[in-house]
């Protein structure tokens, strides 16, 4: 009987005949292929590690986006070559894309649009501009009790988790936020790029040169992704280093990033925390790891998506 691993998260689950086996480790489920009671296990068991209630939130968040980029239309990408195996650290990676990731981007409408032309002008009144999905994270953090009903602590809140500065593993001196390593991107003692997981940033970089796009990086067993989607995983250099994987939402505006990501951090005090969610075509994994009582990084990890190379 042919048999294929599936990754999971955390979870036991067991053929319904009793005759097939299962055997379950800390990511992988080996299951057989031709069972059709394993097939309907992994579907059920797939739907409850999703959280709905975040998921339905999630959704409208996205659909409140009034500032998201159109793909096809705002912007236009070229995915080009699947990108190889390279080590964490190394500064050297073949390079599968002889052109930039994008091949246009409605500057016209980045420059017009305040919370896209505040964000790229990197000014700390950013948070001073309240966008919709901000409000509407911050009506549900109330809710929950995660945060202060007054809209003016909510900003202030969200202030310190993202901007307040603090020592990245050991380094000398306050030289770190959260809004640095996941919007911006910073190196690590100048071996290894940390963060930059935001499109408007490597779009920017790209253009100035200083980002080298590789290639794409493709789900295990899957296919190319879609030229419009928009969530990817890449790979590309920046200050002579090369980021083996980088996962980042493409065309999505700052605000969602920051309430989507606020919203997951405020949900736990745990150093780190995964969020398995369906937002419109897309089931991703959303990560957020916590410095002490702010943001470390945040990204999303695309799972599967409603392309023809789903399952």
Known sequence: MAQSYITLLDSSVYCITGKCPIMMTKLNLLVSKDCQACEESISSLNRELINHELSKLFNVLWDADVNRFVPGKDYTVSLQGKAGFVQQGSNVARDSASEPLFRNVN???????ETYSTFISLLDNYETSTGMAELIAHQYLVEKKWS???????????????????????RKGLDSCGFEH?????????????????????YLQEKLKHIDYKGYVARKNKSRPDEDDQVLSLQFSWKGLVKPVGSTFIGVSPEFEFALYTIIFLQSNERVTRQRVRIEEYELEIVVYRHGRYI????????????????
Do not use: C, M
């Not at 500057?107 to 649009?113: S, Y």
């Not at 919007?183 to 499109?199: A, C, D, Q, R, S």
């Not at 470390?296 to 399952?311: F, I, K, M, Q, R």
């Open 182 to 202: 996941v919007f911006v991107g910073e190196t690590k003692k100048g071996h290894e790029i940390l963060g930059l997981h935001n499109w408007v940033q490597f």
């Open 148 to 170: 202060n009903p007054d809209l003016k602590n909510f900003k202030s809140q969200l202030y310190d988790i993202w901007f307040h500065l603090y020592s990245r593993e050991g």
């Open 296 to 311: 470390g990084t945040a990204y999303p990890v695309l799972l599967s998506s409603n392309n023809e190379d789903l399952y």
């Open 107 to 113: 500057e016209q409408r980045l420059k017009n649009t």
